[in-house]
């Protein structure tokens, strides 16, 4: 029987929020058995470039990543945030490793080739400096959680060509949910501001209790779902499909797994 594992993926918004973030952490190692934090962290980057002078530029919600902004995120990511979240899990007696997808070679991502995007008129757009994920190191991570220790990965990975690339924080959770399956009994919880996924935006009573490829495909064509939830939902389903036991999303005051969007395979 394979030991049970969490992995909780903590969205930017709930990390710039001191408060959310001191309960989150409390609630997080609190959670038995052994833990991997994903975390974001896109507007206090944005906020420091801003105070260097450099431009943020964003398409259909992804950021464009170029040298300046590869530069900012790299600290921010894996040097700010990451380690503050790190030093705060020590504090809490958790013993927590911060790493990108670099360290330990854990992450490894192809720089994305430049895409068309849009609806009503296509444009050809570079984003850069990204990554999209070829493959999760299960087995390295697999001995850093074994020996004890609680992986803090920030949204970074690496090309194996020394180049850094600024990488979905959801992918980089749902691709390590989907490596560590094969290891250990995975939950995986997405955990941001809201309490599930609404079918009313303004109403946070609203959360649908469940979501399998079908409702998915119904809730995107009918609007009920839009924006920067398709990609957390369809990363979520990619997940379930490959083994990964329970995916929720969730507000970060409840990442117990009791609350918020089951996400399942079809029923």
Known sequence: MKQKLTIVKV??????????????????????????????GGRRATAIAAQLGIETQMVEGRRITDEDMLRVVTMVYGGLVNKTVVARLQALGANAIGLTGADAGIILS??????????????????????????????????????????????????????????NADTMASETAKALATLYDVTLIFAFEKSGVLRDADDDTSVIPVID?????????????????????????????????????TSATAIDGQHGTMITIDR
């Not at 952490?25 to 975390?39: E, N, R």
């Not at 779902?225 to 999303?249: Q, W, Y």
């Open 11 to 40: 969205g930017g918004a709930v990390v710039e929020d001191d408060a959310q973030l001191t309960q989150l952490l409390v609630d997080f190692t609190a959670i038995p058995g052994p833990k991997v934090l994903v975390h974001g």
């Open 110 to 167: 192809d720089r994305r080739p430049p895409v068309m995007v849009g609806e009503a008129s296509k444009r050809c757009i570079d984003f850069g400096f990204v990554g999209d994920v070829r493959r999760v190191d299960a087995t390295m991570l697999s001995r850093l959680i074994d020996s004890g220790m609680m992986p803090v990965i920030a949204p970074l990975t690496h090309d194996g060509q020394g180049h850094i690339l600024n990488t």
């Open 213 to 249: 490829h079908q409702a998915f495909e119904t809730y995107r064509a009918d609007g009920t779902i839009s924006g920067g939830m398709l990609p957390k939902i369809e990363n979520a389903l990619k997940a379930v499909d490959a083994g990964v036991t329970r995916v929720v999303i």
